[in-house]
């Protein structure tokens, strides 16, 4: 609803209630507009600057709610708050410029909340000894060095986030708030375990605890209680936590550790937990070394990074934990050779446990270089919520999906139903995404297929491999050695389209070695919902369509692409003709 009309809509409603929120104000209300039956006034989403000093303390006796969040407030006079004891909610959050707040604030006795989240130049905050029916304090994101004085006596508190430059918190100050329900403490301030595991009321925490000792005792206390969880275990940098932000930050019970051995400690990991980031965690060889993790059947989201000495993410012993995980990351692992060690399993036609990977909808490997070949077969058969296998910068992966039993079953297919996604980056030594040809991998949902940078990789399509039906987005670049990119015979394909592919979109970029895209004129048949072609930088490039034989002329003439709006075609030398 449009500001103006849901304000007149409230004051309708509601005739004591002000609202003026996203009105781009740039000053306060004057002071006859301060009514003295006013409940609740909005300003929030503005760009008030500052509250005069000469301005009187609104007489507000019956305001109970004040939102000036978002705005860009830099001062409010001492006195400002001197008649507003009524009020309860008062919003001061995202006022960046904001450094200190009134005294007034102190005599605020009915207050139940306090909003000063995200002003980040905040550092004084008076006494708050008599706000004792505080329940909610918001302080994260300030840079107070200090907590503020009274807060030991807010034993009423309920919901409580602390940040800012303090560098720790007093002891017995959580035991003694032990009707906290909600917790959360910027990382760069330690919690205790055992401190925590008190508070038996407690549905949310936030926090980082200095060690697995900690962690620990916190897993030994009654903590079934927590409905939410995002809990940093070691050292803390902002780095960290925007990786963890960004790869498992939607998931509802957290664990991430980083700069730690996390091998040493027994029993410190929960079996409830949904998200494990670990990162720059030296000691761990695969995720069945740690203590607990047998236990975490719930796990939904894994995040490795930078542990130099994991060889295999879990041992075919170990699959249990994985059977209901969704996404998989793995980074800059440098002795990563196997995503699963299940080789040896694979080797002895040993089956794996029923349920394994079943709920994998994404795997994501970056920058492990000495992996060479990603997903057995045998493992794919378990793969099918997949839905997208990304792999960059591993220097010495050679192929994505492989067997080690070729000929031993032909003709057999193999479904990967929800697999929309591969992208390939950067990868000298791939030679193929899939190249056994005794059993067809059938992807009819694969929509995009990104290959850039595999200098080796010759073809992107194998006998057994066909995506084409659903494929709709191609994109081929810096591939040095490519030499076919649609031809007829590895894709088993005649004269008559027998159906039609779904292909909208080819780029082709820095290709050497290509001569040409399309190996017939009558491959178009099946191509009528391209949109675009675009050509670019291929030095040996002649033609875009072949038509070298009459009969391929013949069937150009009679062929029509009915959708195609972009033919870009740059950097070609070589070229003699389109088609």
Request: charged content about 25%; glycine content about 4%.
């Amino acid at each position: 609803m449009h500001d103006l009309l849901r304000e007149m809509a409230l004051k309708i409603i509601h005739p004591q209630f002000m609202v003026k929120a996203g009105m781009a104000l740039e000053e306060l209300l004057e002071e006859d507009e301060w009514r003295d039956d006013l409940l609740k006034v909005s300003l929030m989403n503005n760009n008030i600057r500052e509250i005069p000093s000469s301005m009187s303390s609104p007489k507000c006796p019956m305001l109970t709610t004040l939102l000036l969040s978002n705005n860009n407030i830099t001062t409010i006079p001492d006195a400002f708050f001197n008649h507003m004891r009524g009020l309860k909610i008062l919003d001061l959050s995202n006022n960046y410029k904001l450094d200190r707040l009134p005294r007034s604030v102190s005599k605020l006795e009915n207050l139940t909340t306090l909003l000063l989240e995200n002003c980040k130049f905040l550092k004084e905050v008076p006494s708050l000894s008599n706000l004792r029916g505080l329940r909610k304090l918001n302080l994260y994101g300030t840079s107070i060095e200090e907590l503020p004085q009274g807060l030991f006596m807010l034993t009423n508190l309920k919901y409580l986030w602390l940040g800012g430059s303090l560098s720790d918190i007093p002891d017995g100050l959580l035991r003694n708030l032990s009707k906290l329900q909600c917790l959360g403490v910027d990382g760069t301030i330690p919690l205790k375990g055992e401190e925590i595991g008190r508070l038996r009321k407690l549905e949310s925490l936030d926090g980082r605890l200095s060690t697995l000792d900690d962690m620990s005792l916190f897993v030994k206390s009654e903590r079934k209680f927590l409905n939410q969880y995002t809990i940093f275990v070691g050292s803390y940098s902002p780095r960290d936590y925007s990786l963890e932000n960004e790869t498992i930050s939607n998931v509802v019970k957290s664990i991430v550790c980083c700069h730690i051995d996390i091998c040493e400690v027994p029993n410190w990991l929960p079996s409830d937990a949904q998200g494990f980031y670990i990162k720059d965690c030296k000691d761990v060889r695969s995720l069945d070394d740690i203590s607990g993790f047998q236990e975490a059947t719930d796990l939904r989201h894994c995040t490795v990074d930078g542990c130099d000495g994991l060889e295999f993410v879990v041992s075919s012993r170990c699959l249990k934990p994985l059977q209901n995980l969704e996404s998989l990351y793995l980074y800059n692992l440098k002795k990563l050779n196997a995503v699963v060690g299940v080789v040896e399993a694979i080797a002895k036609s040993a089956p794996l446990p029923a349920g394994t990977f079943s709920f994998l909808q994404k795997i994501e490997v970056v920058g492990c270089e000495k992996i060479k070949k990603l997903l057995p077969l045998r493992l794919l058969w378990y793969l099918q919520n997949l839905q997208t296998i990304k792999v960059r910068h591993c220097v010495q992966m050679e192929e994505i999906i492989w067997s080690e039993y070729e000929g031993e079953k032909a003709l057999e297919k193999l479904t990967l139903p929800k697999l929309e996604r591969v992208i390939l980056q950067y990868l000298p030594a791939l030679k193929s995404i899939y190249s056994c040809s005794t059993i067809v991998l059938i992807c009819d949902s694969l929509k995009r297929i990104e290959i850039r940078g595999c200098q080796e990789i010759e073809s992107v399509f194998w006998r057994g491999f066909n995506p084409l039906p659903t494929l709709e987005h191609l994109d081929l670049c810096y591939l040095m050695n490519l030499k076919s990119v649609f031809d007829e015979e590895i894709l088993g394909l005649s004269a008559r389209p027998t159906n039609l592919f779904s292909l909208k979109k080819i780029f082709v970029k820095w290709c050497p070695k290509l001569k040409k895209v399309f190996s017939s004129g009558w491959l178009l048949g099946y191509f009528q919902s391209l949109e675009t072609i675009a050509v670019d930088s291929c030095a040996q490039m002649e033609e875009v369509i072949s038509s070298s034989t009459y009969e391929e002329k013949e069937a150009l003439e009679k062929i029509t692409l009915p959708k195609l709006q972009r033919l870009e075609l740059s950097r070609l030398p070589e070229l003699k003709s389109i088609c």
